[in-house]
């Protein structure tokens, strides 16, 4: 992977930590650009890299560990500025001479930690302050020439560096949100300590992104490009528009399976914001065929998953044959693939050619697109901040994630027109109320369940009635990895289920999902 031009690079050398690419994040926070490579990676190939600083993130494992994950010093002694953050702070106090000791006492959660030197590391943080542990081994003493900056009551060595060979570390993890005056302390060491430049802001992005995939598209060359009314695919197509304009065919697939409103956002406002040439397959009653008498949620999802590709490949041969008509040829196809998904499939060499799957509409079996992905290098706040500086609806770009098979996962029980109808109107109340509380961005997303094949006594007015349950399941997450249930306001949550059963006449009762992940999944099916 490339890094953007013009602008630095730090390298994230990830020893396993759950937490290697907020790291990333946090250094692009800073305004600085980042990216993750394993810690399997020669010295040599990371220095070839030429980074302004490299960064040894946290893991799980004790530096004296049989077999643990380890790194040549040589990146000690390139004259390349390092820190390193808890495990990676152990393997630059022993590469460097100094004294990693399992001392017995761990450090695990919320802790004092008192700065006795602050150095420029830790100048004009509090000489108190609480930092987030994770430790068992302690550093007992610091290699030679470097100054000891803070301890905690059982680490006589949380944070020490050598500024005059750019080498810095500490402890703790300074990238959690738990660890009070954290990005500062990052910040110190990039600005400071590593002298890089802060160009990474996303008003350079937008442009740059714009120019690459100008220069991979060429002149006269054309592209096509999956909407699922999401922001990735939004933005990566808002992206391309600029760059190519007309040459870019955009597919929407309406299979009837989104929220409220979100047809229409995709046809009307998109096109409005973007000017992209859209074509619009409506599949609606493909899809409603497909899932009739279907109960069993990996059913479902199969089935939607297949009639999707379907969906999409017949559109294709569509654009693709009147691109024929004029003696054209779509050779590129536009995907929304994101930093993390770059990562966490193996790194960042990506593959150049995907064959594309079709197995219906006639066209050869062998038909290859170019790739083009100009979110590549951005995680999803990145992407949603692009999003804006392109001019989107905010609705699109703040859009809570969904699930591809859409509201299909969301009903227990068979797919109907009539049930999904029913569903669409109680999770529209409920964004309403949650936008009109103002917590759209505290929220990862609130899914609205509707348990068509439960049915519950109510009482309206003087008669009784036999509704549906719905359940609504507020979540927080950052990475959807792990999520917490979200403490949504009691008054916000009374107006949810109050409209929703005077306003949907076939429900009468409203629930809540407590439930964290693990154990429970974000999504009910």
């Known amino acids: 992977m490339t890094q953007p031009a013009e602008h630095d690079l730090v390298l994230v050398v990830d020893f396993g930590a759950q937490y290697a690419q907020l790291i990333a994040r946090r250094v692009r926070e800073a305004r600085v650009y980042s990216e993750i490579v394993p810690h399997t990676m020669p010295v040599a190939d990371m220095l070839a890299r030429n980074p302004k600083a490299i960064i040894l993130s946290g893991g799980p494992s004790s530096v004296y560990a049989e077999g643990a994950p380890g790194i040549d010093t040589a990146v000690f002694t390139a004259g390349v500025p390092v820190f390193g953050m808890c495990y990676g702070f152990q393997l630059m106090a022993k590469g460097l001479g100094g004294e990693v000791a399992h001392t017995g006492a761990r450090e695990y959660g919320r802790t004092p930690v008192a700065v006795t030197e602050p150095g420029t590391l830790l100048a ?145 406002d998109f096109v409005a914001a973007t000017g992209v040439n859209l074509h619009v397959y409506d599949a609606r009653e493909t899809f409603l065929a497909a899932l009739a008498g279907v109960t069993d949620p990996e059913e479902k999802r199969k089935i939607i998953g297949r009639e999707f590709i ?166 927080t997450s950052e990475d959807a990895m792990t999520a917490d249930w979200a403490r949504l306001p009691y008054e916000v949550m009374e107006r949810i289920s109050t409209r929703i059963t005077n306003e949907v006449e076939e429900i009468n009762r409203v629930t809540l999902d407590i439930t964290s992940k693990p154990p429970g999944t974000i999504e009910w099916e």
């Open 310 to 475: 379907r969906a999409f490949e017949a559109a294709e041969v569509q654009v693709l044959g009147e691109a024929a008509e004029q003696g054209e040829k779509v050779g590129f196809l536009v995907q929304g693939t994101l930093y993390p998904d770059v990562v966490e499939s193996g790194g960042g060499a990506g593959t150049s050619n995907i064959k594309s799957h079709h197995n219906v509409g006639g066209l050869p079996e062998d038909l290859e697109f170019a790739l083009v992905e100009p979110l590549r290098t951005l995680f999803k706040d990145e992407v949603r901040l692009v999003g804006e500086q392109l001019g989107l609806p905010a609705e699109m770009v703040w859009r809570q994630p969904f699930p591809g098979p859409g509201l299909g996962i969301r009903i227990i029980g068979e797919v109907t027109a009539d049930r999904l109808d029913i569903l669409r109107r109680a999770d529209a109340i409920a964004r309403q109320e949650l936008t009109r509380a103002g917590l759209d961005r505290d929220i990862w997303q609130m899914p609205v369940v509707l348990l068509a094949d439960v049915r519950s006594v109510g009482v309206q007015g003087d008669g009784r009635t036999y509704g549906h349950p719905v359940v609504i399941r507020p979540v």
């Open 124 to 268: 004009g943080i509090p000489g108190e302050h609480k930092v987030w542990m994770s430790h068992g081994d302690s550093v007992a003493q610091a290699p030679e020439g470097f100054t000891v900056l803070a301890s905690t009551d059982v680490t006589p060595v949380a944070a020490f560096e050598d500024v005059g060979r750019g080498l810095a570390g500490v402890q703790w993890h300074p990238e959690v949100l738990h660890s009070e005056h954290g990005q500062k302390v990052l910040e110190h060491f990039l600005h400071h300590i590593a002298g890089a430049r802060q160009t990474w802001t996303m008003l350079n992005i937008a442009e740059e992104q714009i120019e690459r995939v100008r220069e991979q598209i060429g002149d006269r060359g054309l592209a096509i490009c999956g909407l699922s009314g999401g922001v990735d695919s939004a933005v990566a197509a808002a992206i391309v528009q600029r760059a190519i304009g007309d040459r870019l065919h955009c597919v929407f697939v309406d299979h009837g399976l989104l929220r409220e409103g979100e047809a229409e956002q995709v046809e009307r």
